[in-house]
Structure formats: structure tokens, C-alpha cells
């Protein structure tokens, strides 16, 4: 059977879509997203905005939006040209000890960049990662185990967030007890602009820092505690990494960690909440994943990933004069790349608003573009969201949405805050 559309087909968009509406554009229906989106491509495939109104930052000079996949891969090739340094993951200019701070790696353009990633990777050898899958097995099965005699469940609280913060929390030595700590502590960084997790508008950066401030110091006191008492935790190997003579600084620690954190769990966590909303869309695709759970399960999690892109964009500033996709732009300039919409740029994905199970090739962004900034943890990521679908596919096969998705009013993280889904009680034991 042939994919079906998770957008509505023949969807059109008439007039110029306006990126800044953070609580216009980015509240609209998905289908109504990808048609804006596709008809920037073809008619402005680099067009130029007004930044988003902050209460609690002056508004910049404006930002260049990047929708062609072509485009994104050029300037994500091309770090010394189009840098992370002045900002990554804010199109507005935040202090630089915030954005470091926030940022970690991210944040950071080489040397520093290579410095820090080259440190880090110590605690990532694939010998750790691969140490881990069966903790990811142990997780997942776990969780099904205590939401299969219900019958239903928000899926964020219940599946989706619960994976990827404990093997997150579990690798860096976090005990259970902080779990919830850490989590909304994560919502409060990503999810600031929405009322939920931030309810007074004027007091966003109070609230980013309080919650930052209180990840570090758990890090922080962690990591003093490894340094004298080693583990086999990733804590441990990263406060004793040594190359060339340098370690990790407390502070560069604590960043790292946040950007562990949160990168780490809110992103895969979204993932598979919209993996959940896709297969209830699209019965067929359901299927024919079950029909062929080890077949189709590797290009299933590309898929999700590609139609999802938890993160929608990252911003690179401008090194020098340059062109890009025959659009000149000058040194200072800030460039926002949007993996959401190069993840549907039809050049590269045929019917891109197609959610395809099968889909190959699948040169999707959605773990960034290719350059020093891919994703340190997308292997970790894929392996997260393989079992806990194999998990649900053999178990509760018939688990599927009742509503759809409560989603996060963001311009930055494509989330879903809950997800009421329902399936046969007791299941597959």
C-alpha cells in the first residue's frame, strides 16, 4: 500500500509567511507549516526578516532564512564562513558568558570547538555507547511494563520522556531521586516561551538562568565528588580526561551537561511522541512496520526523525562577505538554518510531506547539517528510539493517539507537551 499524506494535500500558502509570529505562525497546523515553508522555497528560498519581538531582549537586525536543503549543506560545510560563535540556538543576541553558558559546544567555533568536542568524546567511545543498549532494553521494556494494564496514557510523561532521561541521568551518574529535577528543569530551558512552563512573559531570562543555575550546581557537585571517587559513570571519565595537557574546567562541565540534558532528552523525547502521532495518521505506514519489524525499523526512525525535526532550526553569523544560494550577505549577518523545511525540500525528498516508513535514501538534517556540529549523541539517539518502538510495536501494537498532539508554542524545539493515547489493556506480555 502506497504512503499516505500526513499534510493536507493541495495545501497552499498565499502571501508571504511571517517566520517572527512566535504565537502566530509557529502556533498554525502543522500541513499549514509545510505549505509556507514550501512556497518560500520556490519563491524566496532565502529571504530576509525582522527578528521576533522579546520583552526581554532588544530587537536585532534582522536574520537571513535558510530553506533549501542545498543551502543549509553549504553553510553547515563551511564553519569559518558561517560561525556558531555570537549564537547558535537564539536568533537574538544573548550575553556571550550566556551563550557559552547554554550553548556548551554548540555555542563555539575552533579552536575552542575542537578543544572541548575532543575532551567529550572521551566519555562517548563507542565502547561506553555500546555498553549501554542493554540499559536502553532494560528502560524501554520497563516502561511499557507499567503503563500495559492501563490501557492508556499521555504518552510525554508516561513513554516518551522517560527513556531518554533516565539513560541520559544514568550515564552521567545522576540518581533517580533528581530525575524529576532534571527534567523540568529541561523544560524550563527549551520550553520558555511557552506559558506553561513559563507563565510570566517578563521574566523568561530569570527563568532560564535560575533553572541553568541549578542544573550546573548539581553537575558541579557531582563532579567534585567523581573527581575524588571515580565510577564507570560518564562523569567520571569526563572530569579525568586529560589531552594535551587540558581537562574540563567545573564550569565547562556544568555547560556540557545541560546541553546534555537537554539536547539529549527533549529531542528524542519529541521524536517519539510524534512517531506515536505519525503511526496513528497513517495506519498503513503502522503496517507495514509490524509486517517487517527488523526491516523497516532502521529507515522508520530516519523518517520519524525527518518529518519531525525536533530542533527547527540553528543560527550561524556571518565571518565575512559572502554569497549563499546567490544571495549576498554581509559580514555580521545572521543566518538561520532550517532543518525543518530543508526536511521537506522536495529537490532531495520525493513527496516530502509523505510520512514513508520505507523512505531510502533519507539524506534528512534533522541530526544537523554535516560539519563539527552534527550531533555528538545520534547514534545514541537512533538506538533510543529503535527499541523503545520495537518495544511498543510487539506489545501494544494497537497504541495509538486519542487527540492530537498539545504542542509546545516554540520557534526552536518542535515539541509536543502531551499526547493522550489509548491501546489494549495488558497487551503482549
Request: charged content about 25%.
Amino acid at each position: 500500500m502506497a504512503p499516505t499524506s500526513t499534510a493536507a494535500e493541495g495545501s497552499t500558502w498565499t502571501g508571504r509567511p511571517d517566520l517572527s509570529d512566535i504565537s502566530g505562525f509557529w502556533t498554525l497546523p502543522v500541513a499549514e507549516r509545510a505549505a509556507a515553508f514550501a512556497a518560500l522555497r520556490e519563491q524566496e528560498p532565502i529571504a530576509f526578516y525582522q527578528e521576533p519581538q522579546q520583552a526581554y531582549l532588544p530587537r536585532g537586525a534582522g536574520f537571513w532564512a535558510v530553506t533549501r536543503l542545498d543551502d543549509l549543506l553549504t553553510a553547515s560545510r563551511t564553519p569559518g564562513l558561517f560561525t556558531s560563535g555570537k549564537g547558535s540556538t537564539s536568533i537574538a543576541d544573548f550575553p556571550p558568558e550566556f551563550i557559552e553558558f547554554f550553548g556548551s559546544m554548540i555555542g563555539m567555533d575552533d579552536p575552542r570547538h575542537a578543544r572541548l568536542r575532543r575532551i567529550v568524546s572521551r566519555g562517548f567511545t563507542p565502547k561506553r555507547l555500546g555498553a549501554l543498549t542493554d540499559d536502553v532494553q532494560r528502560t524501554a521494556r520497563t516502561i511499557v511494563d507499567d503503563v500495559i494494564d492501563a490501557g492508556e496514557c499521555d504518552a510525554v510523561t508516561a513513554i516518551s520522556a522517560r527513556l531518554p532521561l533516565k539513560i541520559v541521568c544514568d550515564m552521567m551518574g545522576v540518581p533517580e531521586s533528581q530525575y524529576e529535577f532534571v527534567y523540568h528543569r529541561s523544560n524550563i530551558i527549551l520550553g520558555a516561551g511557552d506559558p506553561d512552563y513559563v507563565p510570566d512573559a517578563d521574566n523568561i531570562v530569570t527563568a532560564i538562568l535560575t533553572a541553568g543555575g541549578e542544573l550546573a550546581e548539581l553537575m558541579r557537585d557531582l563532579g567534585r565528588l567523581r573527581t575524588e571517587k571515580p565510577t564507570d559513570d560518564v562523569t567520571s571519565a569526563l572530569v579525568n580526561a586529560e589531552i594535551d595537557g587540558e581537562r574540563l574546567t567545573p564550569d565547562e562541565l556544568a555547560s556540557f551537561f545541560i546541553l546534555l540534558v537537554v539536547a539529549g532528552n527533549e529531542t528524542t523525547r519529541n521524536a517519539i511522541s510524534w512517531g506515536l502521532h505519525l503511526l496513528t495518521e497513517n495506519p498503513d505506514q503502522r503496517a507495514a512496520w509490524l509486517a517487517d519489524i527488523d526491516g523497516v525499523t532502521p529507515t522508520a526512525v530516519e523518517e520519524i526523525v525527518r518529518w519531525a525535526s525536533p530542533v527547527i532550526f540553528m543560527r550561524r553569523t556571518v565571518a565575512s562577505d559572502t554569497v549563499l544560494g546567490g544571495q549576498a550577505m554581509s559580514k555580521g549577518d545572521k543566518v538561520v538554518l532550517f532543518y525543518w523545511a530543508a526536511n521537506r525540500d522536495p529537490a532531495h525528498f520525493a513527496d516530502p510531506d509523505v510520512f514513508d516508513v520505507r523512505r531510502s535514501p533519507n539524506p534528512h538534517v534533522g541530526f544537523g547539517g554535516p560539519g563539527p556540529h552534527f550531533c555528538l549523541g545520534a547514534h545514541l539517539a537512533r538506538r533510543e528510539m529503535s527499541v523503545m518502538f520495537r518495544e511498543l510495536l510487539t506489545r501494544v501494537p494497537d497504541i495509538h493517539a486519542t487527540a492530537q498532539p498539545d504542542r509546545l508554542q516554540s520557534m526552536f524545539i518542535n515539541g509536543i507537551k502531551r499526547l493522550p493515547v489509548a491501546f489494549t489493556p495488558g497487551g503482549v506480555r
